[in-house]
């Protein structure tokens, strides 16, 4: 049973592998349910300005770090 998700942050409740949801493997992958609100911790997000893939430490997180989200806004 994993302990982490793929972001690092610590899974609290074990016994589904989720803190949000029943999540399933489909053909080897990890699938979250419709709408679970953890779902983000496991995805790999593009960078919107750099188009570099990174793990989002926070939900809605859309640049890789605070260079790139001052380069695209314009600061």
């Not at 699938?31 to 793990?55: I, T, Y």
Request: proline letters at 4%.
């Amino acid at each position: 049973m994993r302990t982490h998700y793929r972001n690092g942050d610590e899974i609290t409740l074990q016994e589904n592998g989720c803190d949000g949801c029943s999540p399933m493997m489909i053909n080897g992958v990890l699938c979250h349910e419709q709408g679970c609100p953890e779902a983000w911790r496991d995805c790999v997000k593009e960078c919107l300005w750099c188009r570099r893939e990174f793990r989002p430490e926070g939900e809605g997180q859309e640049f890789c770090d605070d260079e790139c989200a001052a380069a695209y806004g314009g600061w």
